[in-house]
């Protein structure tokens, strides 16, 4: 009689761990819908918008204008660091005076900014 007490405690013993492992999972959350997935998206393109977009084709307006206003005498800075007087404007290239009698041909897009008047004469 021990005997087989003692084989259905083991039993039972040995059991547990498996009796353990057949509960059910635990429940997961549900995962968000697809509204809230569209929400997300929708938040993320606005914030790339506002971030890169926006900013990105202010800067090229402003280029664009900077370039189209160009005329003779400005003097100007060029995306290298040359600073320079323009001579003549044509369609593409301007003529840049950056000493005396020293002429350079730059395009109108190489140009990142007009200078106060007198600048060259300072430096």
């Known amino acids: 009689m021990i005997t087989k007490m003692k084989l259905l405690a083991a039993t039972a013993l040995t059991a547990m761990p498996v009796v353990a492992l057949a509960e059910g999972a635990p429940a997961q959350p549900e995962a968000p819908g697809a509204i809230m997935q569209m929400v997300f998206f929708g ?45 003549r404007v044509k369609d593409d290239f301007v003529a840049l005076e950056i000493a005396d009698g020293v002429e350079i041909k730059v395009q109108k897009v190489a140009i990142s900014a007009t200078l106060p008047k007198g600048t060259l004469k300072e430096i």
């Open 43 to 87: 938040g993320f393109i606005v914030l790339f918008y506002f971030l890169l977009w926006r900013p990105q084709s202010k800067r090229a307006k402003e280029h664009k204008e900077l370039v189209s206003g160009l005329s003779k005498g400005d003097e100007v800075l060029t995306n290298g660091g040359v600073l320079g007087k323009i001579l």
